[in-house]
């Protein structure tokens, strides 16, 4: 559940996908694609909270189109 839920919190902020298409994903996730046994969680909001809880931050670094980060 963990690494899954990484990944998918990585690609919103790598790709800086909307957070209702987060939710819309988690769901179709949890109800559509996977066994009903599963732990999935539903919303981008429990996913922050879990990866929160773990002690595990994501800093976003802007960086300009010619390659320049700014600090």
Do not use: Q, W
Not at 6 to 29: K, Q
Not at 30 to 41: A, D, Q, T, V
Not at 44 to 58: C, N
Request: overall charge positive; charged content about 15%.
């Amino acid at each position: 559940m963990s690494s899954t839920t990484l990944l998918l919190l990585n690609l919103n902020i790598v790709h800086g996908v909307a957070h209702t298409f987060m939710d819309e994903l988690f769901s179709l996730l949890k109800n559509e694609l996977l066994p009903k046994r599963n732990k999935m969680l539903t919303t981008i909001y429990e996913a922050r909270k879990l990866i929160k809880f773990l002690g595990l931050t994501y800093e976003s670094i802007h960086a300009y189109t010619n390659g320049c980060v700014l600090f």
